[in-house]
């Protein structure tokens, strides 16, 4: 198993930029294809970025596509998501998830492995 611990949040202001981090614990990340989510109240959680094991493949939303980019330091056992150019729909908690394996899952179930949440805010 894998424990995933989600930072970066926090308030900024619609062009800005925040970068989040997924800190993983336990097996070997490189074992792990990993994402991003985000989840906005009333709204049902939605896919942000995936990335395989070793970061050979990256995949996006099309809304987040061309300002966000997800990377992952495996020597570091972290993930992250860089994100520029935010607008206030981008406001959410986001979660990183992880499953093992070399397919990266588009949706929440392909995920096993889910950490805490961290809270996003972008002001207008």
């Known amino acids: 198993q894998v424990q995933l611990v989600e930072s970066g949040g926090g308030l900024v202001q619609a062009g800005g930029s925040l970068r989040l981090s997924c800190a993983a614990s336990?097996?070997?990340?490189?074992?792990?294809?990993m994402g991003w989510f985000r989840q906005a109240p009333g709204k049902e959680r939605e896919f942000v970025a995936g990335?395989?094991?070793?970061?050979?493949?990256?995949y996006y939303a099309d809304s987040v596509k061309g300002r966000f980019t997800i990377s992952r330091d495996n020597a570091k056992n972290t993930g992250y998501l860089q994100m520029n150019s935010l607008k206030p729909e981008d406001t959410a908690v986001y979660y990183c998830?992880?499953?093992?394996?070399?397919?990266?899952?588009?949706?929440?179930?392909?995920?096993?492995?889910w950490g805490q949440g961290t809270q996003v805010t972008v002001s207008s």
């Open positions: 990335i395989s094991n070793f970061g050979g493949r990256t």
């Open positions: 998830a992880a499953v093992v394996g070399i397919v990266v899952p588009r949706s929440a179930p392909g995920y096993d492995y």
């Open positions: 336990g097996r070997t990340f490189s074992t792990y294809s």
